[in-house]
């Protein structure tokens, strides 16, 4: 399917930006960044904006998601919006009683743990999607050129929050599904690959330039079992905004490219490639060369700032983030982001000189 004819990657306006084009496997003048987390609370400005606004409304309203996910853009300068909202917000709008609780996380009073539990979950009317298209739409505007990436989580992170019923540290409960009773958790993994599909193609149809698959807590398996029990419904999810083209400035015809992501997934890495990601995340335990070379040294990276560093002196800092760009000139193209999200305490002006340092960096290494 073609993407329409205003969606910012097929009228030009993002096809050619280096967010776009690095995610493409090109290496520009300029090595991209931007910062999972990046809009919350580190930054006074949405604090204030979320007074008496809970977490989920917040994502549901239209204007508030928006000016959220445009704040750390103008205050960083980085090179990609990533839509404000949650990996349980399409969990939501189909109907399932879930909150956000601060400083814990997605909280389901009603675990799933039975075969007529997962019956029992509603369909997603894709018409409930209308805010989120509708945030998406206001945030495309406002961005002009600068690429907004659109997210869901993967069917493995949010079936460990529905069996768990919150977070957890192992993922017992919903790992011990995947074994005792296969047919309920292959029932439930096509539920949440239908739910988190839908999400991630309303915000691409709604103009975002990319997409990123976060597949949190997948380091919670084996490798054996993400193949045979996760795996497919990861792809089953991608499938729904695989066949997204676009024609890109050279005239070829590209697709929207994905982003695949997990914490503590080095062993997973070739796996979570083959469901059908073009970009693989990496997190801040494998260096990105290291990261390259299990892949074949053929697909661009993502990563992988420790976000343990943005507390540390800042000649610590810098050292470290020149590591992780020379480490991943080992890939085809690098996009620079935290190895996870930004701590709720981190201090934004050492975000905004970590986003300068990088684009000076490329820019000296072009111009010698
Ligand atoms: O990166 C961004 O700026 C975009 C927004 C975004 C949020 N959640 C906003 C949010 C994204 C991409 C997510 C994804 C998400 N949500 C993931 C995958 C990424 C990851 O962190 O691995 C996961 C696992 C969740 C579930 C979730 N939601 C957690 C664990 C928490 C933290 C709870 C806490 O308070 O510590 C949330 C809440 C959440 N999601 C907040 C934000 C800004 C904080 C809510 C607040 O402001 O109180």
């Not at 994502?59 to 103008?74: G, K, Y």
Request: net charge negative; proline share 8%; aromatic share 6%.
């Amino acid at each position: 399917q073609v993407l329409p004819a205003d969606h910012p990657l097929q009228s030009g306006r993002t096809s050619a930006s280096p967010l776009v084009t690095t995610y493409q496997g090109t290496r520009g003048p300029v090595t991209p960044i931007w910062m999972m987390r990046q809009a919350g609370r580190s930054l006074p400005e949405y604090r204030a904006l979320r007074v008496g606004t809970d977490m989920l409304d917040a994502c549901l309203d239209p204007a508030m998601a928006s000016e959220i996910t445009l704040q750390p853009v103008r205050r960083h300068g980085v090179d990609a919006g990533i839509f404000f909202s949650d990996i349980v917000v399409p969990i939501k709008l189909a109907g399932v009683d879930v909150s956000i609780v601060a400083g814990k996380g997605p909280v389901l009073p009603h675990p799933v743990r039975t075969a007529l539990d997962v019956a029992a979950l509603p369909e997603l009317d894709e018409k409930a999607l209308a805010p989120i298209s509708e945030a998406v739409a206001l945030t495309v505007a406002a961005l002009g050129d600068t690429p907004l990436i659109g997210f869901a989580g993967a069917p493995f992170t949010l079936a460990a929050y529905l069996v768990e019923g919150g977070p957890s540290k192992d993922h017992i409960a919903a790992r011990t599904m995947m074994h005792s009773d296969p047919k309920t958790w292959q029932a439930l993994m096509r539920w949440t690959a239908s739910v988190t599909g839908a999400f991630l193609r309303a915000q691409l149809l709604a103009g975002a330039s990319a997409a990123q698959l976060f597949d949190s807590w997948a380091g919670a398996l084996s490798l054996a079992d993400y193949t045979a029990k996760v795996a497919p419904a990861s792809a089953l999810a991608l499938s729904r905004v695989h066949g997204l083209q676009y024609t890109a400035p050279d005239a070829a015809t590209r697709t929207v490219p994905i982003v695949h992501f997990g914490v503590g997934t080095g062993e997973l890495l070739g796996a979570m490639h083959d469901v059908g990601a073009d970009v693989m995340g990496v997190d801040w335990r494998i260096p990105l060369d290291v990261a390259s070379r299990r892949l074949g040294g053929t697909v661009p990276l993502q990563g992988n700032i420790d976000p343990a560093f943005l507390a540390a002196p800042w000649p610590v800092l810098e050292a470290h983030v020149l590591d992780v760009l020379e480490r991943g000139k080992a890939a085809p193209s690098h996009v620079v982001n935290l190895g996870h999200g930004v701590p709720p305490d981190a201090d934004p002006a050492v975000l905004t000189r970590v986003v300068s340092f990088v684009h000076e960096v490329a820019g000296e290494a072009a111009a010698a």
